[in-house]
């Protein structure tokens, strides 16, 4: 059964008693407890940066949270709950700022208070196994919106079961003229999913006839699948008419196109690749038949965001030409940095038919930039700063602090019962532990606290504030309680504690060495009275 990360936000204790009994009876549900938005979008901030978060899979939110009334946190919800499935629990009775945010809501369900454990629990069997079914339906429609063009989808007798919209526009019927219909009628070869074999895919030219009897030269991806319920063929389809009578036009060198020793690709006015050289097809790992009739936005690597593209092309249109650095993605996942170049070619009539782009791959350069940088000031296994960083991050709250005359609590965090998981059941699950653990602390955070990982099962964190020492014990206190809650990692639940002790800037020392010392002196007492407890140190006597 797929792992589920629930995200609970509310503060009520009745709530939150029902949910765990509940959330307790279903396999492999990994809780979160918030106590109010704030902390919940900075989880949530985080799972798209740190590759050991998740997006939850349901976010349950009690209306009677009291931040709900802030206008940013009630908007910010919104956004969120047209994203991610989401459970809410209203109040028997809405005031005026959880009402209006109430009505903008796309809820998957409302929970009326108060809570009837049986009805909570129908209530989350029909969110998650609507959640699976939305999974698999968004991800079957998001493949079908990224094909810029006609796709089949055909049963084991080449009949046609499905179909996208260009598919329609290309052959000129409708959808319902076309389902139940075998593909053969519609081409001038009768051989091309035998052709096929049984698992492979194969790229084929063909005539296709429209409705109206014209016809038009198709490229065709055929490629098989097999379900258990059905077994058949999908097709692509794309229009490349234009493309074939052009092909005499297009003079350029082979030779130097070929082994040339940086990557080139042509594409047409649409920017559909026409050809690939040797030095693409070796470094993006994409065989010729995997690409051709395609745009080169499956190399895309999700780093640049679209008003990139938008700026190169219109520098491309304007001038004719750019050039710039760019990560894309090959076809094992990897993704890479490049210098590209690319060029509008006209015809005759001074328009543009084609464009030629160059890349030069300078992984080796950035590679060892970005290491150096990375590793000399992140943890390699969490993500987070390391001492180095941590040591900055310092410098920048102390002079803040002097500036402001406030303070900054150093708390250091000793993980209880880890050395007999990570001895017992191995680093695997020892390495899963701490990661699950630094999501935990950062969700928790604000925006300028930081956490490091000091080594081993030792977290250190930076607190600056105006009153934070008034807090300390509060936060402190939250801190182990969402540490206590289990971890579920491959199945199984493991529960740990923690030992924090805290050192004060500038009351007690006024640089990190001696403010570490102080916390870890605290700790250590704190852990000798007694497991999962806070101590501020004090200076003995």
């Known amino acids: 059964m797929a792992h589920k990360k629930v995200l609970i936000v509310t503060d009520s204790p009745d709530i939150r008693s029902v949910f765990e009994t509940l959330l307790s009876s279903f396999e492999d549900v990994e809780t979160i407890w918030l106590d109010s938005i704030y902390p919940a979008k900075k989880l949530l901030e985080q799972s798209a940066v740190t590759p050991f978060s998740s ?16 206008s940013h946190t009630c908007d910010q919800f919104q956004r969120w709950s047209k994203d991610i499935l989401t459970l809410v629990i209203e ?14 809501i796309k809820s998957f369900d409302v929970i009326t208070i108060p809570l009837n454990p049986v009805d909570v629990r129908y209530r989350l069997e029909a969110a998650f196994a609507h959640g699976k079914s939305q999974r698999r339906g968004s991800f079957f429609k998001a493949i079908a919106a990224e094909i810029n063009a006609g796709l089949l989808v055909l049963d084991s007798s080449e009949k046609i079961i499905w179909l996208n919209g260009k598919a329609e526009e290309l052959l000129g019927y409708d959808k319902d003229a076309l389902l139940e219909r075998f593909l053969p009628s519609l081409s001038d070869s009768l051989a091309v999913i035998k052709e096929t074999g049984a698992t492979s895919s194969q790229n084929f030219t063909l005539k296709m006839i429209r409705k109206d009897g014209s016809d038009f030269w198709a490229r065709c991806l055929v490629g098989s699948f097999s379900w258990p319920e059905e077994k058949g063929f999908t097709v692509i389809l794309s229009d490349i008419s234009e493309d074939k009578k052009r092909e005499e036009e297009l003079h350029l060198s082979a030779k130097v ?3 040339s020793g940086e990557a080139i690709i042509i594409t047409d006015g649409e920017d559909r690749i026409l050809q690939a050289n040797g030095a693409f097809i070796k470094t993006t790992g994409y065989a010729a038949e995997e690409i051709l009739g395609r745009q080169p936005d499956f190399l895309y690597s999700g780093k640049h965001d679209a008003k990139f593209y938008e700026n190169m092309w219109a520098t491309v249109h304007h001038r004719g030409h750019w050039h710039g650095e760019v990560w894309n993605r090959k076809k094992s996942g990897e993704i890479f940095p490049q210098w590209m170049a690319v060029t509008a070619v006209t015809n005759a009539d001074d328009e543009v038919d084609h464009y030629v782009t160059i890349f030069s791959d300078i992984t080796d350069r950035l590679s060892k930039e970005k290491n150096l940088r990375h590793l000399a000031q992140h943890d390699f296994l969490t993500g987070l700063p390391n001492r180095v960083l941590l040591n900055d991050r310092f410098s920048q709250a102390a002079a803040n602090a002097w500036r402001t005359k406030s303070k900054i609590a150093v708390m250091f965090i000793d993980l209880d019962k880890f050395k007999i998981i990570n001895d017992r059941d191995g680093h695997t699950v020892g390495d899963q532990l701490l990661q699950r653990v630094a999501e935990r602390l950062l969700a928790l955070l604000r925006s300028s606290d930081t956490a490091s990982r000091w080594g081993g099962d030792e977290f250190v964190l930076l607190l600056p504030g105006e009153n934070i020492d008034e807090k300390i ?20 639940a493991y ?21 570490l010392a102080l916390a870890d002196s605290a700790m250590y007492q704190a852990k000798e009275t007694a497991g999962g407890s806070i101590t501020l140190y004090e200076k003995k006597p």
């Open 91 to 104: 109040p028997s009775l809405l005031n005026g700022g959880c009402a209006k945010c109430w009505g903008h």
């Open 55 to 70: 997006t939850p899979d349901l976010l349950i939110v009690d209306l009677g949270t009291a931040d709900l009334h802030n």
């Open 257 to 259: 196109f070929e082994y």
């Open 473 to 492: 014990f509060t936060i402190g206190n939250k801190l182990l309680k969402q540490l206590e809650q289990p971890f579920m990692i491959d199945g199984t």
């Open 495 to 515: 529960a740990i504690s923690a030992s924090i002790g805290v050192s004060l800037y500038p009351e007690q020392a006024t640089n990190l060495d001696d403010l």
